[in-house]
């Protein structure tokens, strides 16, 4: 079984940056894909990124290509979603996932909230 934690959310001005945190414990860290899910109020959940286990492929939703990075540190068992040019359209509660597969990310953390007050 895997636990993932989410840390780093708050709030945030429109154009500033925050960078959320997912510790991961339970299995090898190293061998899951990892991604990052958002649901703002009244709305579904949707994709944000994710990554491969070993880093090397990254995908992104369309709505933050070019402004937000993810990236893994498979020592720390951690992955990280650093965002920039926040808007607040991206006020969201943030959920780190864990899967086989990019596509596949089907084990979540508890949330994080990210608030972009314009």
């Known amino acids: 079984q895997v636990q993932l934690v989410e840390s780093g959310g708050g709030l945030v001005q429109a154009g500033g940056s925050l960078r959320l945190s997912c510790a991961v414990s339970?299995?090898?860290?190293?061998?899951?894909?990892m991604g990052w899910f958002r649901q703002a109020p009244g709305k579904e959940r949707e994709f944000v990124a994710a990554i491969s286990w070993s880093g090397g492929s990254t995908y992104y939703a369309d709505s933050v290509k070019g402004r937000f990075t993810i990236s893994r540190d498979n020592a720390k068992n951690t992955v990280y979603l650093q965002m920039n040019g926040l808007k607040p359209e991206d006020t969201a509660e943030y959920y780190c996932?864990?899967?086989?597969?990019?596509?596949?990310?089907?084990?979540w953390g508890q949330g994080t909230l990210v608030t972009v007050s314009s």
């Open positions: 996932a864990a899967g086989d597969s990019p596509d596949g990310l089907d084990a």
């Open positions: 339970g299995r090898t860290f190293s061998s899951y894909a």
